[in-house]
């Protein structure tokens, strides 16, 4: 299966907002929660957000609660992130996958993709 491509990423002021789209088949994606993650600069790879196969649940990190708000088009076959009120702690390659069994929640990630910077500057 071919991972999804994300895009949207760049140079952004802190306090900022940044909107990432994540794009894949709609067979990739069929079921399957869809979630994005990210990976700062010396960092292990971390949880940012996570939405169910019908967009009725969603799951967030507690760093960015309230700040992050993940939507899913399965029209589109995209699942989009949107970023407000970004900190330089943001920093990071920004990545998508669906989970490879879970229809609910991303716990067992799928194949990863080539991620989107995001730099949150200031």
């Known amino acids: 299966q071919v991972p999804p491509v994300e895009s949207g990423g760049g140079l952004v002021q802190a306090g900022g907002s940044r909107r990432l789209s994540c794009t894949a088949s709609?067979?990739?994606?069929?079921?399957?929660?869809v979630g994005w993650f990210r990976q700062a600069p010396g960092k292990e790879r971390e949880f940012v957000a996570s939405i169910s196969w019908d967009g009725v649940n969603t799951y967030y990190a507690d760093s960015v609660k309230g700040r992050f708000t993940i939507y899913r088009d399965n029209a589109k076959t995209t699942v989009d992130l949107q970023m407000n009120s970004l900190e330089s702690e943001d920093t990071a390659v920004y990545y998508c996958t669906k989970d490879k069994f879970s229809g609910v929640v991303v716990r067992t990630p799928d194949y990863w993709g080539q991620g989107t910077q995001v730099t949150v500057s200031g």
């Open positions: 709609a067979y990739y994606f069929d079921s399957y929660a």
